[in-house]
């Protein structure tokens, strides 16, 4: 899938963003609905989060260069770290506004309209969360994911609003209102600390343990089919690549012509498993040397 279609989806979902923010204000307004006011104060934090996700997906594009020998792909995870930070914002700032109406007092009025803005908005989120989404995992975007996640994410406050105005209506007890809106929040809280778990995951460079298990499969075949052994096993995801490295261990007699050739007929078997952003580094060693740790590997405390 080609680069325009993640920058389609992701002015797109600026554009949703904008529009939605404008809908659901009005609707606050209108109604003076606690969980719609909770809505709409996610959907103010949702369009900073968005316009950083979309400078956060052109930025991590840029090529490496003198400064950023590896890319910039790694703003994905700043991005994946904001929009959890501005999520768990929004979270507080509804249950502020919850509790106090617990002392002030729940007014609600309009609740057609603000039922109709509310599911239009809805709807509207839900196509676009799973585009997101969709587009993300297709380009290994985290930036589009997360992003998604955030979408969707906006798609429960909508639903928990829309639950809250129909029990007030059947019901005539106010209290669902901020009862509903501490609920949604405690929800998208969950998500927010989810997204900012995954970037600090990303950050500190760990591993994925289900794509460590597909390359140790192949390896243990391959390898072992060429009659060879492999070990320091290393791999990690920077937003956009798959880079993984290991040890290759060849007899002492084999010529640096021929282990290069078998290094680089597993090395390519590799990055096809992590198509389209895999970068495979392979280290030739020789069985004299194969459980030899060298002086620079050693960490500080084993010195």
């Known amino acids: 899938m080609p680069k325009k279609a993640e920058d389609t989806v992701m002015w797109f979902s600026l554009a949703v ?9 009005t609707a606050a307004g209108l109604t003076g609905s606690s969980s719609i006011y909770s809505d709409a104060a996610e959907s103010v934090v949702h369009l900073f989060a968005v316009a950083f ?10 090529p490496a260069d003198e400064s950023h020998h590896y890319g910039h792909d790694k703003a994905a995870f700043l991005s994946s770290g904001f929009e959890g930070a501005m999520i768990s914002v929004a979270a507080v700032l509804i249950i502020y506004d919850a509790v106090k109406q617990f002392f002030t007092g729940v007014a609600i009025e309009h609740l057609g309209v603000g039922a109709a803005i509310t599911g239009g908005a809805l709807v509207v989120n839900l196509v676009l969360g799973i585009s997101l989404k969709s587009v993300g995992k297709k380009r290994s975007s985290m930036v589009l994911v997360s992003n998604g996640t955030h979408v969707l994410t906006d798609v429960w406050t909508s639903a928990a609003v829309l639950m809250a105005l129909a029990l007030y209506h059947f019901t005539g007890w106010p209290w669902w209102d901020p009862l509903i809106a501490i609920a949604a929040a405690l929800n998208i809280m969950r998500s927010g600390w989810g997204l900012i778990r995954q970037s600090m995951s990303g ?13 140790r499969e192949l390896l243990d075949r391959e390898a072992t089919g060429s009659g060879l052994a492999y070990h320091n096993l290393r791999h990690r995801h920077s937003g956009r690549i798959q880079w993984v490295e290991f040890h290759l261990v060849f007899d002492d007699e084999t010529s640096v012509r021929d282990a290069h050739h078998k290094a680089t007929i597993l090395e390519g ?3 096809d498993l992590l198509k389209p ?24 405390d084993s010195k």
Do not use: C, T, Y
Not at 203 to 215: F, G, K, R, T, W
């Open 203 to 215: 950050l500190m460079d760990a591993s994925d343990p289900v794509v460590e298990n597909q390359i």
């Open 269 to 271: 078997l590799v990055a």
């Open 277 to 300: 952003d895999g970068r495979v580094i392979s280290h030739l060693e020789p069985k004299s040397a194969e459980n030899r740790q060298e002086e620079w590997e050693k960490s500080p």
């Open 17 to 25: 963003a904008i529009v939605l923010l404008l809908a659901k204000v």
């Open 53 to 62: 996700a979309a400078w956060a997906l052109r930025f991590s594009r840029k």
